[in-house]
């Protein structure tokens, strides 16, 4: 009895050094007008996370968050006012999809990887999560209806490129030049535009594959008709196309979204400059549903 007792206490000594047991905890839920839903989910460790749900005519799509904070700091970024404490494991981001499933008893079909965090400064753990989402004995989500957001990490992206699964790349690009972009992206100054769209057009060779390109229109600061053509001079020619994104605002970020008739001319200028552009329904506006935004407000 003494010999089971001991072994029994051993194993569960070595399973909690070696695995976590324990899953995401709902802290709070938050429903829009539209629909779209976010969680507040706590970690094991008691750090705290976002997922939104988002539903579509073709189906339900979830946003991954992959770190807690984020060291990236985009100036209008709700994220980025919180510095990254650690990565997710894959199983951390697993676990977001499976349990946005069983609480809402709604099969989700498409998964976008644009949550808090920079996905490819989590390089590693986002391809373990990537695979096991994708394989038959995992989640079977199918490998084009799952996209990986970066703000411009370069090497990434090129790594990227060799990756076996037809996984889409979406690119936050926000401004056609290095003036702007630095000012809004930090990262740009390791990373300025020539090279991520070198790296873009390595990805585009090596994939045969389209690239998105993220682009949220902030009033005042890249949302001109002399922007938008430099945004077609510089997009010229590669295989991607742009999603026009209207801003949401940001507690204690000095930003605000574009007029309507702005987007709506700015949309026209790619347009007739054969540049494939669409301009995103807003969803979520009315309950913080930009990245890291309700996790904010609650700590």
Not at 107 to 133: A, H
Not at 176 to 205: E, V
């Amino acid at each position: 009895m003494m010999k089971k007792t001991c072994r029994r206490i051993c194993r569960d000594v070595l399973l909690s050094e070696r695995f976590i047991l324990k899953g995401l905890e709902r802290v709070f839920k938050n429903v829009s007008s539209d629909d779209t839903v976010k969680f507040l989910y706590k970690l094991h460790d008691g750090h705290l996370i976002e997922t939104v749900l988002m539903r579509q005519h073709y189906g339900n799509s979830v946003c991954v968050t992959t770190q807690v904070g984020c060291n990236i700091g985009c100036r209008f970024c709700a994220s980025g006012q919180l510095k990254k404490v650690r990565d997710l494991t894959a199983g951390e981001m697993i676990a977001q999809v499976i349990m946005t499933e069983r609480l809402l008893e709604e099969r989700i079909s498409y998964v976008v990887v644009m949550g808090i965090g920079e996905p490819f400064d989590n390089y590693e753990n986002l391809i373990r999560f990537l695979k096991t989402l994708n394989h038959p004995k995992g989640l079977a989500i199918g490998a084009r209806h799952i996209t990986v957001s970066t703000s411009g990490i370069v090497p990434k992206i090129r790594a990227y490129a060799d990756f076996d699964l037809q996984v889409n790349l979406a690119v936050s690009l926000h401004a056609p030049n290095d003036s702007i972009r630095t000012g809004l992206m930090k990262i740009n100054k390791t990373y300025p535009i020539k090279d991520l769209i070198d790296a873009i057009r390595y990805y585009i060779d090596v994939t045969n594959r389209r690239v998105t390109i993220e682009y949220i229109l902030i009033s005042g600061i890249n949302d001109s008709q002399e922007v938008a053509r430099e945004l077609v001079s510089l997009l010229r020619g590669l295989n991607v196309y742009v999603n026009l994104i209207p801003y949401n605002d940001v507690l204690g970020a000095p930003y605000q979204r574009s007029a309507k008739e702005t987007m709506l001319a700015f949309y026209d200028t790619l347009m007739k400059n054969h540049i494939q552009v669409t301009l995103r329904k807003e969803q979520g506006h009315d309950i913080d549903a930009a990245c890291g935004q309700l996790r904010s407000r609650h700590l």
